[in-house]
């Protein structure tokens, strides 16, 4: 997969200041997903709901987690611009992503099919409560911002893991370092047209020889 390589962050910044600034998106992300998610947890002991609504979200608050953590390691290694450990750093992103995107499909699947085995299940979950908030929470659809938001945060995050794969593989290889050095090359040497066109000579003349 050499293909998903890139020598700039959005095509004009340092793969080092992509690494750590897409961490950091990650790590703000991660964090509030990851404390919404527990959150939630915690209302399902007053508020019961079903058993695989429940599990979507404990497996969202856990990839959350173990991503904001990830990511806290991959800002200071981008902070330090060890590519060493970017490179591992991309290697856990790489094998974390699919955890994400699993957990987003699991979440829209207990939005869009609602667990129908309890007719009072809003009841139930409501527990006497008419706090529009825990309304929202316990209502299965597309209308509720609460059961919309996770989808939304996984989404963001999925998205935002593939990039700082590329970015941080890219650095973590070195490939701008080589990109660097063939711009320097070049315009210390001249354009490739410019060697072509005026090729060195295999052994040139030393500066102070005399002329005949």
Same mark, same amino acid.
């Given at each position: 997969?050499?293909?998903?390589?890139?020598?700039?962050?959005?095509?004009?910044?340092?793969?080092?200041?992509?690494?750590?600034? &897409?961490? /950091?998106?990650?790590? @703000?992300?991660?964090? *509030? +997903?990851?404390? #919404?998610?527990?959150?939630? $947890? =915690?209302?399902?002991?007053?508020?019961?709901?079903?058993?695989?609504?429940?599990?979507?979200?404990?497996?969202?608050?856990?990839?959350?987690?173990? &991503?904001? /953590?990830?990511?806290? @390691?991959?800002?200071? *290694? +981008?902070?330090? #611009?060890?590519?060493?450990? $970017? =490179?591992?750093?991309?290697?856990?992103?790489?094998?974390?992503?699919?955890?994400?995107?699993?957990?987003?499909?699991?979440?829209?699947?207990?939005? &869009?099919?609602?667990?129908?085995?309890?007719?009072?299940?809003?009841?139930?979950?409501?527990?006497?409560?008419?706090?529009?908030?825990?309304?929202?929470?316990?209502?299965?659809?597309?209308?509720?911002?609460?059961?919309?938001?996770?989808?939304?945060?996984?989404?963001?995050?999925?998205?935002?893991?593939?990039?700082?794969?590329?970015?941080?593989?890219?650095?973590?290889?070195?490939?701008?370092?080589?990109?660097?050095?063939?711009?320097?090359?070049?315009?210390?040497?001249?354009?490739?047209?410019?060697?072509?066109?005026?090729?060195?000579?295999?052994?040139?003349?030393?500066?102070?020889?005399?002329?005949?």
């Amino acid at each position: 997969m050499a293909f998903f390589r890139c020598r700039a962050f959005i095509g004009c910044m340092a793969l080092r200041t992509g690494v750590w600034l &897409l961490a /950091l998106i990650s790590m @703000l992300v991660s964090g *509030a +997903g990851s404390a #919404g998610s527990w959150l939630e $947890v =915690y209302w399902t002991t007053h508020h019961p709901i079903a058993l695989r609504d429940k599990a979507a979200i404990i497996i969202q608050g856990g990839v959350m987690s173990f &991503l904001f /953590l990830m990511t806290f @390691l991959g800002f200071i *290694a +981008g902070l330090k #611009g060890a590519r060493g450990a $970017v =490179y591992i750093y991309a290697k856990f992103v790489f094998i974390h992503t699919p955890f994400i995107i699993l957990a987003l499909a699991f979440m829209l699947y207990t939005v &869009l099919r609602p667990d129908s085995s309890n007719p009072n299940a809003v009841e139930d979950c409501l527990n006497g409560s008419k706090n529009p908030i825990f309304v929202e929470f316990c209502n299965h659809n597309l209308t509720s911002t609460v059961r919309i938001l996770p989808v939304v945060v996984l989404g963001v995050a999925a998205l935002v893991q593939f990039y700082a794969w590329i970015v941080s593989i890219s650095f973590g290889e070195g490939i701008d370092m080589d990109a660097a050095d063939r711009f320097s090359s070049r315009k210390y040497h001249g354009s490739d047209s410019d060697l072509e066109s005026n090729p060195l000579p295999l052994h040139p003349e030393p500066p102070f020889s005399l002329r005949r």
